[in-house]
């Protein structure tokens, strides 16, 4: 059985809530850049700054961001 596209990203969508819920100090968590994503709906959703994602992957523009990129969150 193959899952769409779509339901891939809604399914690691769920799995990255998922992770949240328990996150502690010293956890990572990657994440990977679809289209029409922002550096600031990252920051909303795990409510850190974009400032923090800009240090946490090396970022030098906030606003040059791709599709497929791998950006991780630290907690």
Known sequence: MRISNLNKEKTMEKMI?????????????PVIVKQGDTLEKYAEKFK??????????????PNMIYVGQKLIFKF
Do not use: M, P, S
């Open 48 to 61: 850190c700054t974009v400032e923090d994602i800009c240090k946490w992957n090396d970022i030098k523009d």
């Open 17 to 29: 809530d998922e992770e949240l819920k328990g996150v502690t100090g010293g956890t990572v968590i």
